[in-house]
Every structure is written in structure tokens, then in C-alpha cells.
């Protein structure tokens, strides 16, 4: 089981980043996929969830109207679209399959190595 990021990068604030998270070993429609962030200091936060049937999306009241989250099952990846990008979301970024999007934080199962995202101001 491997999750890939991919997509990050230094962004101005109030710019646009698309991240993608490519799965092997399994397919997206068999888990959840979240998206999580952790900045210096900071602890492990929750982004957004995608459901394994792809027709739920939930997200963290920060990100809430600025990212989408969407999977496309036959290259089996998600992304995380984020626009509006504020000097705070700055941070490591990781996809994850979990147990569900019901619970929050979700509850990881695999996860990735993570892509760096930094907004400037």
C-alpha cells in the first residue's frame, strides 16, 4: 500500500495550488481518503475527507469554501484543489486512507509522506 503527494510548492497568498495523492495497492474506491496538514509546532489537523463511494466530502471549518477535494477512480488518485490560499495553511500536506469520513479527525489507516505547501504574504 503506497500513497504518493505530489503538487505542492511556494504560492503568494490569495493563489491556487492543486495536490494529488496517487494510490497503489489498492484503489480509492476501497477506503476513504483524507487529506491532513501539520505545520512546526503545531498538531496533526484534519482537511478534508472524501468517502470511498466518491458522494460525501466534508472539510475542516478553516478550509471550508476554498478547497475541493474530488477522486477520479481510474488513475485512482484524489486531489485537494485550494484556493484562496492564506499564509496560515502553510504546512506539510498528506493524503491518507481511512476508516471513514465519519469521524473527525479521521482515523488513518495508510498515509503518505506528505508535499510541503508555503504561502507567502
Known amino acids: 500500500v503506497q500513497l504518493v503527494e505530489s503538487g505542492g510548492g511556494l504560492v503568494q497568498a490569495g493563489g491556487s495550488l492543486r495536490l494529488s495523492c496517487a494510490a497503489s495497492g489498492f484503489t480509492v474506491e476501497d477506503y476513504a481518503i483524507g487529506w491532513f496538514r501539520q505545520a512546526p509546532g503545531k498538531e496533526r489537523e484534519g482537511v478534508s475527507c472524501?468517502?470511498?463511494?466518491?458522494?460525501?466530502?466534508d472539510y475542516a471549518a478553516s478550509v471550508k469554501g476554498r478547497f475541493t477535494m474530488s477522486s477520479d477512480n481510474a488513475k485512482n488518485t484524489v486531489y485537494l484543489r485550494m484556493n484562496s490560499l492564506k499564509p496560515e495553511d502553510t504546512a506539510v500536506y498528506y493524503c491518507?486512507?481511512?476508516?471513514?469520513?465519519?469521524?473527525?479527525?479521521?482515523?488513518?489507516?495508510?498515509r503518505g509522506q506528505g508535499t510541503q505547501v508555503t504561502v507567502s504574504s
Open positions: 491518507a486512507a481511512v476508516g471513514g469520513c465519519s469521524s473527525w479527525p479521521p482515523n488513518i489507516a495508510y
Open positions: 472524501i468517502s470511498s463511494s466518491g458522494d460525501r466530502t
